[in-house]
């Protein structure tokens, strides 16, 4: 059977309006002013302990979701050697973060418009890893980053999979951790690895596990309560929070192919309605635990400058 024919971005995204309208949660139209100096992007990590579970997809969708719930979302792509954030919105950035790390460019101006407002970072295929920066490189790099918990609700970090120093900084400064894994040991197993290093790096880091690509809620459930289990048996009783379970979507696999993001191709698609479920129920209302760890933060550039210099092991 032949594969439906992609219509213009600006027609799917004036055709959904009103069919998302039922699932986009309450907007934030009162803020409370902020203080000079005071953070305000909640900055949300996504990892994988290995290739292949969707990871760069599913952040592009959430931050969609953000940002049709009327939240300002920047997306940082930190995959420093595979980045691809670009090619799952179909856009082709001129620059990338390797021009900021050289003074070419400062940040705002290679930042590229996505969908509602949507900021993406390029993050440069072949990029060196960040500890590996000469200081001068990593200072400037550092300085021109921070800028950017000024102009966003919402920073999401999409990393690369495994447990590179770059990947575990980027976790370790985060206020939240996603951790997505699928329902294939080898997953499980690298998506505990990835964890067992974090709960050690920093024992109060809040950590969500997403359970992508499974046959049934039931699966899902199942593999999360596993990792939970294993969790809190082996790593001194870390807790690692459910996030949700996303079913096998055939839709997705066109979306991909079709480098347009899911909520865009098939806006009310099981999987695109259960990630708007899973956007409005926990990432709006900040939980107890990251609400202290919020008061404490002093920013997560100023963390993760602070990891790469040597200041936190």
Same mark, same amino acid.
């Given at each position: ?61 959430? @931050? ?18 595979? @980045? ?7 856009? *082709?950035?001129? /620059? ?49 980053? *921070?800028?950017?918990? &000024?102009?966003? &609700? ?7 999979a495994g447990i590179s120093k770059s990947v575990i900084s980027f976790c370790q400064a985060a206020d939240q951790v996603v951790v997505i894994t699928t ?21 109060? @880091? /809040? ?7 499974? &046959? ?7 593999? /999360?309560? *596993? ?87």
């Amino acid at each position: 059977m032949p594969e439906p024919i992609m219509k213009p971005i600006e027609a799917i995204i004036a055709e959904t309006k009103h069919e998302i309208q039922p699932y986009v949660f309450k907007r934030l139209e009162a803020r409370t002013p902020r203080k000079a100096g005071e953070k305000i992007a909640r900055t949300i990590t996504v990892t994988s302990g290995k290739g292949g579970v969707g990871k760069t997809s599913l952040v592009a969708n959430l @931050a969609i979701c953000l940002a049709q719930a009327g939240q300002r979302v920047i997306i940082l792509d930190a995959d420093l050697g595979l @980045a691809n954030i670009d090619v799952v919105f179909g856009i *082709r950035p001129k /620059y990338n973060l390797m021009d900021v790390i050289n003074g070419d460019m400062d940040i705002d101006n290679i930042m590229v418009s996505g969908p509602y407002g949507i900021q993406i970072i390029a993050g440069g295929s072949g990029v060196m890893e960040l500890a590996d920066l000469e200081q001068d490189k990593a200072e400037r790099l550092f300085n021109q980053l *921070r800028f950017l918990e &000024d102009k966003t &609700d919402f920073l999401l970090i999409d990393t690369g999979a495994g447990i590179s120093k770059s990947v575990i900084s980027f976790c370790q400064a985060a206020d939240q951790v996603v951790v997505i894994t699928t329902t294939e040991p080898t997953s499980l197993v690298d998506a505990f690895g990835i964890i067992k290093v974090l709960s050690n790096k920093r024992p109060d @880091a /809040y950590v969500s596990a997403l359970v992508n690509k499974a &046959d049934d809620l039931e699966e899902g459930t199942e593999i /999360y309560n *596993r990792l939970s289990k294993v969790a809190k048996e082996y790593l001194n009783d870390f807790e690692v929070h459910y996030l949700g379970c996303l079913k096998q979507d055939r839709n997705m696999h066109i979306a991909v192919r079709q480098q347009t993001p899911l909520m865009l191709f098939s806006p009310m698609s099981p999987v695109a309605v259960e990630l708007r479920k899973i956007v409005s129920q926990s990432f709006y209302e900040l939980p107890e635990q990251l609400k202290k760890n919020e008061e404490e933060n002093e920013g997560f550039f100023k963390r993760l400058a602070k990891i790469f210099k040597g200041g936190k092991d």
